[in-house]
């Protein structure tokens, strides 16, 4: 499947591989299943970055971008960083002491902004402006994943990761703090 003519069928095949291998390391808090099929592994992975290139739907390339990440087994929050982008928003606590709020962070069409109530059921709330972390500064995961999208001709999702590794305000005690982190953190 991860090898057929269709992007979508593709995409999923090795998204479902990506999650089932994190799972199975997290399950077992080891990597030897991981390492027990390297060679298919390896396999998918060049599959997802073929893919990857040349998919132009924007979902689609997210999920095979989360696929990349599953297989590499670098990072175990990838999952909740690209569903933030995929849906446009994440639901983040307050990094602070006292964790004082349930906040939103929306990146997309709705705009770029913090809530602490969910924009989609209320018309009248305050909302924050993001930060967006600037490109050329961006280091690490950020960089990767964003020089990546621009390199595949993917814009719109490169401009969205600047606001998942850049900074978020909390509407209710004003702290400015990383949204990347915050994902981690609550990735557990």
Same mark, same amino acid.
């Given at each position: 499947m991860a090898d057929t003519g269709n992007a979508d069928t593709a995409a999923s095949a090795l998204h479902l591989a990506g999650a089932l291998l994190v799972q199975a390391d997290q399950?077992?808090?080891?990597?030897?299943?991981? !390492?027990?099929?390297? *060679? #298919?592994?390896?396999r998918l992975l060049g599959a997802a970055n073929r893919w990857r290139q040349a998919t132009?739907?924007?979902?689609?390339? $997210? !999920?095979?971008? #989360?696929?990349?990440?599953?297989?590499?087994?670098?990072? !175990?929050?990838?999952?909740?960083?690209?569903?933030?982008?995929?849906s446009e928003e994440y639901e983040l606590e307050c990094p602070g002491p006292?964790? $004082?709020a349930s906040l939103w962070v929306i990146i997309g069409e709705r705009?770029?902004?913090?809530?602490?109530?969910?924009?989609?059921? $209320?018309?009248?709330?305050?909302?924050? *402006?993001?930060? *967006?972390?600037d490109p050329r500064t961006l280091e690490g995961l950020g960089r990767r994943l964003h020089d990546l999208a621009l390199a595949d001709g993917h814009d719109e999702v490169a401009q969205a990761l600047t606001y998942a590794f850049g900074e978020a305000t909390c509407p209710e005690c004003g702290r400015r703090f990383s949204v990347a982190e915050q994902i981690a953190a609550g990735s557990g």
């Open positions: 399950r077992y808090e080891t990597r030897d299943l991981r !390492h027990r099929y390297a *060679p #298919e592994v390896t132009a739907d924007r979902n689609d390339y $997210c !999920h095979l971008l #989360e696929a990349v990440l599953n297989l590499e087994g670098d990072i !175990h929050w990838a999952e909740d960083l690209i569903w933030g982008v995929v006292d964790g $004082c705009g770029f902004f913090s809530a602490a109530e969910d924009h989609a059921l $209320c018309d009248d709330i305050d909302t924050f *402006p993001l930060h *967006p972390a």
